[in-house]
């Protein structure tokens, strides 16, 4: 399966904490992307990273690439209430030739007001 | 400037009927793809459209098919329905970038529900 992994799979935390996601895949990347859905709603583009990028900052977000151990993490600072939602990680493959992007399972975060 | 627009946005359909979900893309942009999400899980890739042909293919029954018109709305059919199809069906577009895939811009997705 061309499938990643990320975890935690839920992740509860008090307003004005921080929250790390982490996502693990499997294949060479062109690029990884963060995405933001709210439930049962569509997705919203957060911030993407290049395969040849280590780090990635946009606002309150922080992206790191590991392309040696296929993985990244997606920390939000000073979480806020409003930030509760579930965050999926994608990458476009290297041998991809259109835009395909594979989704990992999800990260469900709840923030406590 | 309109987003991505899709409908229906939910609908009920038993075993065997068949179904249309349609999407029109953002402003500017010419490709058009589908996901399927499961409930609790991540979108899975479909098909893409581009020039009005399919460009790539995900692992999914010939059931499913689609259509991407002049004006770069697409249609995304499923026929024979099964139990298994129901799932919230996403439909992103992007301005064609060689096959760089860069930001997707997503619908608020079409619920599906078979009984």
């Known amino acids: 399966s061309q499938q990643g992994e990320e975890d935690p799979q839920a992740l509860s935390i008090q307003e004005g904490e921080n929250a790390t996601m982490n996502c693990s895949y499997k294949?060479?990347?062109?690029?990884l992307q963060w995405y933001r859905q709210n439930s049962g709603r569509g997705l919203v583009h957060l911030i993407l990273?290049?395969?040849?990028?280590r780090e990635k900052h946009s606002g309150r977000l922080r992206v790191t690439l590991d392309t040696s151990k296929k993985s990244s993490s997606l920390l939000i600072t000073a979480s806020r209430a409003a930030d509760t939602a579930s965050y999926f990680c994608a990458w476009s493959l290297i041998s991809s030739n259109t835009g395909k992007l594979i989704f990992g399972q999800g990260t469900t975060l709840q923030v406590k007001p | 400037d309109a987003g991505v627009t899709q409908s229906p946005t939910h609908l009920i359909k038993t075993r065997g009927q068949q179904v249309t979900l349609r999407c029109s893309p953002k402003s500017g942009h010419d490709t058009v793809s589908w996901y399927q999400q499961a409930l609790g899980q991540g979108p899975q890739f479909i098909f893409q459209?581009?020039?009005?042909?399919?460009?790539q293919r995900g692992n999914f029954p010939d059931r499913f098919s689609g259509h991407q018109f002049p004006n770069y709305s697409s249609e995304l059919n499923v026929n024979a329905l099964l139990l298994g199809d129901s799932a919230l069906y996403l439909c992103?577009?992007?301005?064609?970038?060689?096959?760089?895939?860069?930001?997707?811009?997503f619908g608020e997705g079409s619920r599906l529900t078979v009984l």
């Open positions: 990273i290049r395969s040849n990028e």
């Open positions: 992103a577009s992007n301005r064609y970038s060689g096959g760089r895939t860069g930001e997707l811009f």
């Open positions: 294949t060479s990347i062109n690029n």
């Open positions: 459209y581009y020039e009005e042909e399919e460009r």
